[in-house]
């Protein structure tokens, strides 16, 4: 479950997605072309790259090819087309995550510039690079800081608990709310006959204390061990 990923631009956008997925478990690496922004105090666990991530050569010698996911977070939209371009059709990585700064220019992050997903928002951005591989485990979308709630996504594996049982089945937390069923192309409004499915994304709002809860109801009640264990915690 653990992902390589190179995130070029080594901002405070940057090093927030790092910080996000290091702290998840995942081996990163930030790119800074500015030397003054060369700053691995800030992120310790971090592999720190001095190098251009618009240069193919800098690409290369990073070792990009091996990564899951690269993500374009500087504040330049023109150099994260490029990185984004680059890492997908001379690496062929399979998942890129670009940063889009300015709202003029969002039409340009498409596949045909290599982009998988154009997103803002730090969190957000870490949830999407991880969304690959979140199928039996719970992904933060993002946190409303004035409600103190959160927006979470599960995706349900074959063997959850609830796969075939209606939501009304379900025994979900205090605090918590199924907001939305994700199923193919269908975005659905649960109601309390809907059955669950395997393979359903599952969006939640709750609280941050009973994320946990939540996930055990939904995956199991050992899956809050098995996910510290993997991650290292």
């Known amino acids: 479950m653990t992902m390589r990923v190179a995130i070029a631009g080594a901002g405070n956008v940057g090093r927030s997605i790092a910080q996000e997925l290091i702290e998840n478990g995942h081996q990163v690496m930030l790119i800074e072309r500015q030397p003054k922004m060369l ?112 927006l979470v996504e599960i995706t349900l594996p074959r063997e959850a608990p609830y796969v075939g049982h209606a939501v009304s089945a379900v025994p979900l937390p205090p605090d918590s709310a199924l907001v939305a069923i994700v199923r193919g192309r269908r975005v659905l409004t649960p109601t309390p006959d809907d059955p669950l499915e395997a393979g359903d994304e599952l969006v939640f709002v709750c609280t941050a204390e009973v994320e946990d809860d939540v996930r055990a109801v939904m995956l199991g009640a050992d899956s809050v061990q098995r996910t510290r264990a993997a991650n290292g915690r």
Not at 106 to 119: N, R, S
Not at 126 to 147: K, P
């Open 39 to 150: 700053r691995p105090d800030r992120v310790p666990a971090a592999e720190w790259v001095l190098a251009d991530a618009c240069e193919l050569a800098s690409l290369e010698e990073a070792d990009v090819a091996n990564c899951e996911v690269v993500v374009a977070a500087t504040g330049d939209d023109k150099v994260n087309l490029v990185v984004s371009l680059l890492a997908k059709t001379e690496f062929s990585v399979p998942r890129v995550v670009a940063r889009v700064n300015r709202a003029e220019n969002e039409w340009l992050f498409t596949e045909q510039w290599g982009v998988d997903v154009a997103v803002s928002k730090p969190r957000v951005m870490a949830a999407l690079v991880e969304e690959a591989v979140s199928v039996g485990d719970l992904v933060r979308l993002m946190t409303f800081r004035q409600g103190e709630a959160n």
